[in-house]
């Protein structure tokens, strides 16, 4: 035990300089190179309709999900998964898609293009379309809050809207 004490003191003083910010001219808030892990909460208000009923009402909802930078302009591909936890009826979804980055200062905005695919009792997919702005923490965080609607369609008809919020990871392995 007294030789774990005495290598953590510089074992743990040696993982903080490898993981200390740059200086902060060195400091870039693009995302190219990057893979990230996305963490969000947030809300919805849905209507779906499903056999010869309809259920409709708010939702709280839990995200995670995974980017990929494409491009030279750290746009990146995604994929969400999203739980309901609190709702009319249970939900779960997955969603692939784009989000095109405006901006490579600290505050951006964005736009997510994608395809959701969703299993209320009933399977149902279509297209997803989202704006939101985000707040780069530091080069490998960043906050992220945002508004989006889909509609699905398949053994139920749906439509709803979202307001999330949540945090982005990344690592620049790639780079």
């Known amino acids: 035990?007294?030789?774990?004490?005495?290598?953590?003191?510089?074992c743990l003083g040696v993982a903080a300089l490898g993981i200390a910010p740059a200086s902060r001219a060195d400091e870039r808030f693009d995302h190219r190179g990057s893979i990230g892990l996305l963490v969000g909460a947030g809300g919805?208000?849905?209507?779906?309709?499903?056999?010869?009923?309809?259920?409709?009402?708010?939702?709280?909802?839990?995200?995670?999900?995974?980017?990929?930078?494409?491009?030279?302009?750290g746009n990146e591909v995604l994929a969400l998964a999203r739980g309901?936890?609190?709702g009319p009826r249970?939900?779960?979804?997955?969603?692939?898609?784009?989000?095109?980055?405006?901006?490579?200062?600290?505050?951006?905005?964005?736009?997510?293009?994608?395809?959701?695919?969703?299993?209320?009792?009933?399977?149902?997919?279509?297209?997803?379309?989202?704006?939101?702005?985000?707040?780069?923490?530091?080069?490998?965080?960043?906050?992220?809050?945002g508004i989006a609607a889909q509609i699905g369609f398949g053994q139920a008809i749906r439509f709803d809207g979202e307001v999330v919020a949540g945090l982005q990871l990344r690592s620049y392995l790639f780079e």
Request: a negative charge; aromatic letters at 16%; glycine letters at 16%.
């Open 1 to 10: 035990m007294a030789t774990f004490r005495r290598w953590l003191l510089p």
């Open 90 to 145: 249970p939900d779960w979804s997955l969603t692939l898609g784009y989000r095109g980055y405006f901006g490579q200062e600290r505050l951006k905005t964005f736009f997510d293009l994608g395809a959701a695919l969703h299993s209320m009792s009933a399977l149902s997919a279509g297209p997803r379309l989202g704006f939101g702005l985000q707040y780069e923490l530091s080069p490998v965080a960043g906050f992220y809050a």
């Open 44 to 73: 919805e208000y849905g209507s779906a309709a499903i056999g010869q009923g309809v259920v409709q009402g708010f939702r709280l909802d839990g995200d995670l999900g995974a980017t990929l930078a494409v491009g030279v302009d």
């Open 84 to 86: 309901t936890f609190l």
